[in-house]
Each structure stands twice: as C-alpha cells, then as structure tokens.
C-alpha cells in the first residue's frame, strides 16, 4: 500500500533547496531545456543553487538579498541558442509540476505565479521567436497545458 503525506506550505530556505534540487534534476534531464543547463551554459547546480536559492526566498519571503541581475544569464543563453516560447513553456511545466508535488498553500501558489510572469517577461524581453505574437494576444505562445506533463514526486 503507497502511503500518501499531506502536502504543506512552502515553510522556508530548507523547502526551497529541497524543491530547487527536484526541479532542477527535472530541468537539467528535460529534452527540451535540458541542453540549455547542461551543454549551453554548463550549469554546476552546488554552485548555481545558493544563488537561486536567495533569489525564490526574496521572492517569496522578502528576507534574502538579491542583488544580482537575473536577466543577464538568460540573455547570454539566448545569444548562443535562441530561448522560444516552448523553452519557457516548458520550465512553467516542470516548475509547476516540481512545485504541486512537494506543496500546497498560499506561498505554493505564489511560487507558481511568480514563475509564470518571470518566464513571460523573460521571453518578452528577449524578443525571441514568438515573443511579439505572445505578448500581442496576451498570451504565452508554446506553452503546453499542465495537464499534457506528469512528473512524479521522488518518495
């Protein structure tokens, strides 16, 4: 018999690396986007983590400082391999998935809006194929619908 647990709010740092760590071996192994950590920018996620880590808790939170620039990095991807509409749509995907396996509450749903605009002002500001046609109807252009996604939670 498989034991289910309730799932609770996002409570802190230690939440965060826990669910930054399953979203990220979900992105560094996706097809799709995978490529853009592994071989465009060789992410080392020990190194990667602390700074993302400070990033969603100030987001979240609003108690760690961020004072980096998190367009930057995107831009310079975008420069070597250009970003589509479909990469964004697909790190909302696994983001949402990651987030709705391990959370539920307010702060969960916050993360999931927050990387929802984050990914749309990304691809906007990149002006990458389909950005224009995205931002025209509003919408997010090669974003597939969660329900097409199922990515399990690791027990």
């Not at 409570?11 to 995978?34: E, K, M, Q, S, T």
Request: proline residues 6%.
């Amino acid at each position: 018999m498989c034991e289910t647990r309730e799932l609770t709010d996002i409570g802190g740092r230690d939440d965060l690396d826990v669910l930054l760590r399953r979203f990220y071996a979900a992105a560094f192994a996706d097809p799709l986007i995978g490529p853009f950590f592994t071989e465009v920018a060789g992410t080392d996620l020990e190194v990667h983590l602390p700074r993302i880590t400070d990033f969603w808790e100030r987001a979240l939170f609003r108690t760690a400082p961020y004072g980096r620039d998190a367009f930057a990095p995107h831009a310079a991807l975008h420069s070597v391999r250009p970003l589509t509409p479909a990469h964004f749509g697909r790190w909302v995907q696994l983001w949402h998935a990651t987030v709705d396996g391990l959370h539920r509450g307010p702060l969960a749903d916050r993360a999931r809006v927050t990387g929802e605009r984050i990914a749309v002002s990304m691809l906007k500001r990149l002006g990458g194929p389909g950005a224009e046609a995205a931002a025209a109807t509003g919408g997010t252009g090669g974003f597939v619908p969660l329900a097409a996604l199922t990515l399990r939670a690791a027990a």
